[in-house]
């Protein structure tokens, strides 16, 4: 049974691009959270995505932005990239309700 | 003030110590408690969950959570070398208020051999 995947495991951009993150989840999961991790620190809640929508939001600027797709996977978009963007992206899936999110290997990003 | 605190360490024992590590929150709403053990340049992995209060054991892991003083624990019993990663502690409110996890900074431990 596949666990969480997310694509691509690094990536480098410049200041001012944009970039997207994918994720597909954990085999029987329909819920999609993104969550940031600064180095040395412990993740940030981005947003989730259910049944296609945005179902909660973390306290993160409209820059980030996602889709979830009806085959459940996710996709993370951040526009205009700025220096402090830089972090380790992490990937959650659940059942919707259930307490516990399995987290992918997360894609590390770094902005320059 | 942050939600969750955490001790980020590091914490360095010997190998079969008995260690110890402990998160308080200040948001009284929580009431699922997690820990997750996150290796270097690897995804958190899901070790214990408990729900409001209580103890759980599994294998060489309990996890305690004493509501009334807002404190929750992680011990880890025989500890091995393997065991030496980043354990963070995450938390969430009741159902209807959403899925999201808040996390402490994490607590880096090293199991000297």
């Known amino acids: 049974d596949a666990g969480v995947t997310q694509s691509p495991t690094h990536l480098i951009k410049t200041r001012g691009q944009q970039v997207t993150l994918r994720c597909s989840p954990k085999?029987?999961?329909?819920?999609v959270s993104w969550y940031q991790q600064a180095l040395g620190q412990g993740p940030q809640f981005i947003f989730q995505?259910?049944?296609?929508?945005?179902?909660q939001r973390g306290n993160f600027p409209d820059r980030f932005s996602g889709h979830q797709f009806p085959n459940y996977s996710s996709e993370l978009n951040v526009n205009a990239l700025l220096l402090g963007d830089s972090a380790l992206y992490l990937c959650?899936?659940?059942?919707?309700?259930?307490?516990?999110?399995?987290f992918g290997p997360g894609t590390r990003l770094l902005v320059l | 003030q942050k939600e969750v605190e955490q001790d980020p360490g590091p914490l360095s024992v010997p190998e079969g110590a008995i260690v110890s590590l402990n998160c308080t929150y200040s948001n009284s709403a929580f009431q699922y408690f997690m820990w997750y053990r996150q290796y270097s340049r690897k995804g958190p992995e899901l070790l214990m969950y408990?729900?409001?209060?209580g103890n759980k054991e599994d294998g060489r892991f309990t996890a305690q959570v004493d509501k009334s003083s807002k404190y929750i624990s992680l011990f880890i019993r025989d500890s091995q070398p393997s065991d030496s990663a980043t354990y963070l502690c995450?938390?969430?409110?009741?159902?209807?208020?959403?899925?999201?996890?808040?996390f402490g900074t994490g607590t880096r431990l090293a199991v000297r051999p």
């Open positions: 995450a938390m969430k409110e009741k159902k209807s208020s959403g899925d999201k996890l808040t």
């Open positions: 995505y259910y049944e296609e929508e945005e179902r």
């Open positions: 408990t729900y409001s209060r």
């Open positions: 959650a899936s659940s059942l919707l309700g259930w307490e516990t999110q399995y």
């Open positions: 085999s029987g999961h329909d819920t």
